[in-house]
């Protein structure tokens, strides 16, 4: 289980969630309930964004909620 990011529908990056998160039912149910995402489909949606020069972890953006970014 993993914390994705999204610009526009498309995911960009993930961070690991907290081990207290991954046990938590109610985190495992809302888990499960939404699409799971492969290594190919993050490259794939990541690589649509750099080509567009979207990508916000590469390119100087104005973003709406810059609080809701990844902070690496």
């Known amino acids: ?14 961070d690991d969630v907290l081990p207290d998160i991954e046990n938590d039912l109610e985190c495992i149910h809302i888990a499960n309930n939404n699409k ?17 020069e979207a990508h916000p972890c590469l ?5 709406e909620n810059p609080d809701q970014l990844p902070l690496d």
């Open 1 to 14: 289980m993993v914390l994705m990011y999204f610009i526009e529908g498309f995911s960009f990056t993930f």
């Open 36 to 52: 799971t995402y492969t290594y190919e489909d993050l490259y794939k949606e990541s690589g649509y964004l750099v080509m567009e």
């Open 59 to 63: 390119f100087e953006m104005d973003i």
